[in-house]
């Protein structure tokens, strides 16, 4: 049973364009989540957090929005470079888990020159 | 900074043989985790120690265990191999929510 999932296996974008990846979560518990991005052959790096108090985080090109009601949260790089061409996975864990994660299957963001 | 580093980076095993592999983590982090990764999915918790204790472990089988030592340096053992086990399995300490992640292993079970 899938806690996390990120419906979308892949996305492609134009450089310069806004990403939107978007995640969807089924435990109530969580209440903290995370967005890492992994290139091939290199562990995932973290990118950005949002806490459950919150509902919009934002460091630099990119942003996570946080819909508890909707179970939801999504991730915005604006504007999009082709460094930025990577498999992002989104992580959620709850209180008392500290680094336990719960990672959904990832999408691949390809962005075009 | 070191960041947390992991060897080996590559290693094939033969089926039922034993693998050890090794983590270290990022100076001042007390948790380290243990992740699986196959290809196509998102890692998935193996295990968590804090300060040499045991805080989780998730739903693998018993041939797999692991431990934390003084310097919070840490192993994950696998014994008995088999051909499924073969994955990235990746290293991660914290101190506090943001998990960080070494380059991991990449296990080949022939």
């Known amino acids: 049973d899938q806690q996390v999932k990120q419906n979308s296996p892949s996305l492609s974008v134009q450089e310069g364009r806004i990403s939107i990846l978007n995640c969807d979560y089924t435990?109530?518990?969580?209440?903290?989540f995370l967005w890492y991005k992994k290139y091939p052959a290199e562990g995932p790096t973290f990118l950005i957090s949002i806490s459950s108090i919150k509902d919009k985080n934002e460091d630099g090109r990119f942003t996570v929005f946080l819909n508890k009601s909707a179970k939801h949260l999504s991730l915005h790089i604006v504007p999009s470079q082709p460094g930025d061409s990577a498999v992002y996975f989104c992580a959620a864990s709850w209180a008392g888990a500290n680094s336990k994660l719960t990672f959904g299957k990832g999408i691949t963001l390809s962005v075009r020159p | 900074d070191a960041g947390v580093t992991q060897s080996p980076t590559h290693l094939i095993k033969t089926r039922g043989q034993h693998v050890t592999l090794r983590c270290s983590p990022i100076s001042g982090h007390k948790s380290v985790s243990w992740y699986q990764q196959v290809l196509g999915q998102g890692p998935q918790f193996i295990f968590q120690?804090?300060?040499?204790?045991?805080?989780g472990r998730g739903n693998f089988p018993d041939r797999f265990s692991a431990r934390q030592f003084p310097n919070y340096s840490s192993e994950l053992n696998v014994n008995a191999l088999l051909l499924g086990d073969s994955a990235l399995y990746l290293c991660?300490?914290?101190?506090?929510?943001?998990?960080?992640f070494g380059q991991g292993t990449r296990l080949t079970v022939v």
């Open positions: 120690y804090y300060e040499k204790e045991e805080r």
């Open positions: 991660a300490s914290s101190l506090r929510g943001e998990a960080f």
């Open positions: 435990n109530s518990m969580f209440d903290y």
